[in-house]
């Protein structure tokens, strides 16, 4: 053999004495953690009260955190106080109380014509000389002026009337003359009916 084929087997012997020291060294270390694990003063548990372990079981690390405590609700705030309104000076008091621009005026409607006053009916006759014949006296007053008056209701209807004087300074009211009894008759029925006037039958002279 030469001195290269001696040469490669101490060194072969050299690497497999490397792996050696290093699997001993492994093993070694192996045996001295053992070691210390069985000779280390075990850790006692904690004491418990009432049969509930004091220490908080620790979190499994897949489980939720627990929620956090909700805050409290913010008061309302409380409004501010409206601001005191000063008072309107005299000035500010007597522009308000007159306004800037006049109201514009109304324009006044064109006063209508006036209706024509009717015609006076003609005043009744007062005579002493009256047309013979039959009469409905219908009033007798001692004023002139009321027997004047009802004379007009009269006319009013379409009624003829006269006024004659009678003793003891009366004046009554006379409807017609009719020419006959019968006719006055029908007269002073026909008359209550129109005018609502009750009379009784008189001849002149």
Not at 43 to 71: D, E, Q, R
Not at 143 to 164: F, G, M, P, T
Request: aromatic fraction near 8%; charge should be positive.
């Amino acid at each position: 053999m030469n001195k290269d084929a001696y040469k490669d087997i101490f060194q072969g012997w050299i690497a497999k004495a490397g792996e050696y020291k290093m699997a001993i060294g492994i093993a070694a270390a192996c045996t001295v953690i053992v070691l210390v694990s069985l000779v280390w003063p075990k850790p006692k548990p904690a004491p418990t009260i009432s049969g509930i372990n004091a220490t908080p079981p620790a979190s499994h690390p897949f489980s939720s955190p627990a929620p956090a405590p909700a805050a409290p609700e913010p008061k309302p705030a409380a409004p501010a106080p409206a601001p005191a309104t000063a008072a309107p000076s005299p000035m500010q008091q007597e522009l308000a109380a007159k306004p800037l621009f006049p109201p514009a005026s109304k324009p006044e409607p064109e006063p209508k014509p006036a209706a024509p006053a009717p015609a006076p009916a003609p005043a009744p006759a007062i005579t002493q000389s009256l047309p013979a014949g039959y009469y409905v006296q219908v009033g007798s007053f001692q004023d002139k002026q009321h027997a004047i008056a009802l004379a007009a209701k009269v006319e009013d209807k379409h009624w003829q009337s006269r006024i004659a004087a009678r003793p003891g300074g009366l004046h009554a009211v006379w409807v017609g003359p009719y020419p006959t009894r019968d006719a006055v008759d029908k007269a002073k029925q026909a008359l209550k009916k129109d005018t609502g006037l009750s009379g009784f039958v008189v001849k002149f002279p």
